[in-house]
């Protein structure tokens, strides 16, 4: 299924997380390449020879569980993370009770997958008042936590831009997730960064050393300049974010963890898929050359 993979700028990953550069550490999640197929999505990563693959529960639903794991194996690719779960307030008439149901077999999954991180979306408040939709994601947490402790599975809770709020999530600042983080208290529960939700945040390169202790996940886009829908993302370095500056800060804060490009596109969505990958995988590889850190 799988032609064997050449040498490339990542080379093979070493064994310990902590000996991996940056370059090893890049991965590509599936929603990047919308119009692909799991399958299509599987070859052309594993033809580019990056290392990881972020995988989306959306691509998933007609993907048996264990010809998944088995395509996974063959491919020689890691799965970065699975998402996501959440959805907690009860929004669309979707009950909490089948959300948490739903996230335990998304964790189950992901340890099968070998895969360390599941990422989590709070859903919007849905009418609640705001204490009151806290409350419900954090007692669904406190739920799914000692299952995702057992499985080896970290949970990074993400905060969206404020312009999603009202379809994806109440959290909108990352001091949102970090108070739900110190309440909860759980070594599983960490923060999902997203280069591009949460740019509009005040200091945000100064604050990431702070903040690197709970990212358990990064997550890179770029502002579009000229931004023409919700799904408008850019490549890294063809938008407005500091995102070379955002990742040094993070190197050498001692994140360790993986690089998910994860670019909502419609333009690109519209074009051919190897050719997105390309240039998004090219993108990643020159953020690289602009650290002060081995790429």
């Known amino acids: 299924m799988f032609s064997q993979r050449t040498p490339s700028p990542f080379q093979k990953r070493k064994s310990q997380d902590n000996e991996l550069t940056y370059a090893e550490r890049i991965s590509v999640n599936q929603l990047t390449t919308l119009r692909s197929s799991v399958d299509e999505d599987l070859k052309s990563y594993s033809a580019m020879n990056i290392q990881g693959i972020g995988l989306s529960c959306r691509k998933l639903y007609d993907t048996l569980p264990n010809q998944l794991i088995q395509d996974i194996r063959q491919s020689g690719l890691q799965v970065s993370s699975l998402g996501w779960i959440g959805a907690f307030t009860g929004f ?68 969206m831009h404020p ?81 070379p500056e955002m990742i040094q800060a993070l190197e050498q804060a001692g994140y360790k963890g993986w690089y998910e490009l994860d670019v909502w596109c419609r333009e690109n969505w519209k074009r051919d898929q190897e050719e997105v990958l390309r240039e998004g995988v090219n993108a990643m590889l020159e953020l690289g050359t602009l650290l002060d850190v081995p790429s």
Not at 110 to 129: D, E, K, N
Not at 144 to 154: E, F, H, K, N, Q
Request: with cysteine.
């Open 92 to 159: 669309n008439g979707h009950p909490r009770c089948q959300a948490v149901q739903e996230a335990r077999q998304t964790i189950k999954l992901a340890a099968r997958l070998g895969c360390r991180v599941v990422t989590v979306l709070s859903g919007p408040q849905a009418g609640h008042i705001a204490s009151h939709a806290r409350r419900l994601l954090v007692e669904s947490l406190q739920t799914l936590l000692p299952l995702a402790d057992s499985c080896g599975v970290d949970l990074a809770l993400m905060p």
């Open 163 to 243: 312009k999603f709020e009202d379809q994806w999530s109440f959290l909108t600042t990352l001091a949102e997730v970090q108070a739900i983080i110190k309440q909860v208290g759980h070594r599983r529960l960490g923060l999902c960064f997203s280069t591009y939700h949460s740019c509009h945040e005040s200091g945000l390169v100064d604050r990431l050393a702070s903040l690197a202790r709970d990212i358990k996940l990064v997550q890179v886009a770029d502002w579009a300049r000229e931004p023409r829908c919700a799904n408008s993302r850019a490549m890294p370095g063809e938008g407005i974010l500091r995102l």
